[in-house]
């Protein structure tokens, strides 16, 4: 089902951030960046307002979109989607449909979607206020339609995750553990083998989790990766507009942000507000989901 097919809902701008529009610096030069992923250089980017969700899309918002339109997600067509290895049970695991070179902790398990998020036996149960996850881009759009919203440009997701401070690496500041307190929900322990979760979750975090930012913004980095509008380019800080950017007309890939429960420093260090990735538009794993924005009128 494209979004074509799909009748928007009234849009509600109850419970939405509106952010004023303006200029802020966007990227980073720091070293501890990647510059192979485009990460910088800095630059000022100048945006007009717009309303942004405080939280990502949960399980119980995505359920009555479903109820109401009968969307069937890519995940639910191809039949599987990726699951992190610890969470697939050994009798599913036998049956498991693709492997990622060089990513072996990525298991393609068969029954894997939005509503059974680790396979035919699994559910959602107990985590409606959890991020949705298994969707892909175009999963996204289609549930944004519904709700007369739009994907974050990336430029919007950068300027709303920085929550008004400048050319900081997180959404609160320099510090990752700021008094020894978590702040995100990331891996602790040795990645891929053993989370120890000293943050309190293994997997999600219920989408209200830990403090905001200072716009309002909860779990901006960690928990789940982000769909962007934007297709990713790595001279994208380079070449693009720098005001109200949208990202290059054509690519292969879609930009991701935020990172999620499985970013450790010894592998992916993309908690960070100025990191990006990106996938490919059909894509769904465990661990990406995606929140709305609104152009303010």
Not at 106 to 128: D, L, M, V
Not at 195 to 217: C, I, M, R, W
Not at 254 to 273: A, D, E
Not at 276 to 292: A, M
């Amino acid at each position: 089902m494209s979004w074509s097919k799909i009748h928007p809902t009234k849009l509600s701008t109850e419970g939405m951030v509106l952010l004023g529009g303006g200029s802020f610096l966007m990227g980073t030069n720091d070293s501890e960046g990647f510059p192979a992923d485009g990460e910088g250089p800095v630059r000022e980017v100048t945006l007009d307002s717009f309303y942004i969700d405080p939280y990502a899309v949960s399980n119980e918002e995505f359920i009555r979109f479903v109820q109401e339109t009968g969307y069937v997600t890519e995940a639910e067509k191809y039949g599987w989607s990726f699951v992190f290895h610890s969470f697939v049970s050994p009798s599913v695991g036998l049956a498991e449909r693709m492997n990622v070179p060089g990513t072996p902790w990525w298991k393609g398990i068969p029954g894997a979607y939005w509503y059974q998020p680790e396979g035919i036996g699994s559910t959602i149960e107990g985590r409606g206020d959890h991020p949705v996850i298994h969707v892909s881009w175009n999963d996204a759009v289609n549930y944004c339609h519904w709700a007369g919203k739009r994907l974050p440009s990336e430029a919007e997701w950068e300027y709303a995750a920085r929550g008004g401070l400048v050319q900081k690496g997180y959404p609160w500041g320099d510090s990752l553990r700021p008094s020894g307190q978590h702040r995100c929900n990331i891996w602790q322990g040795k990645f891929p083998e053993k989370n120890h979760a000293s943050d309190g979750y293994v997997g999600t975090a219920p989408v209200h989790s830990f403090e905001s930012n200072g716009y309002g913004l909860y779990n901006v980095v960690g928990n789940v990766w982000e769909w962007c509008s934007d297709w990713f380019s790595s001279e994208a800080g380079i070449l693009g507009n720098r005001v109200n950017p949208e990202g290059p007309e054509h690519g292969s890939h879609k930009v991701m942000r935020g990172g999620s429960y499985l970013c450790h420093s010894s592998y992916c260090n993309r908690y960070r507000v100025a990191a990006r990735s990106s996938n490919t538009p059909d894509s769904s794993t465990g661990n990406i989901g995606f929140r709305c924005v609104a152009d303010y009128k």
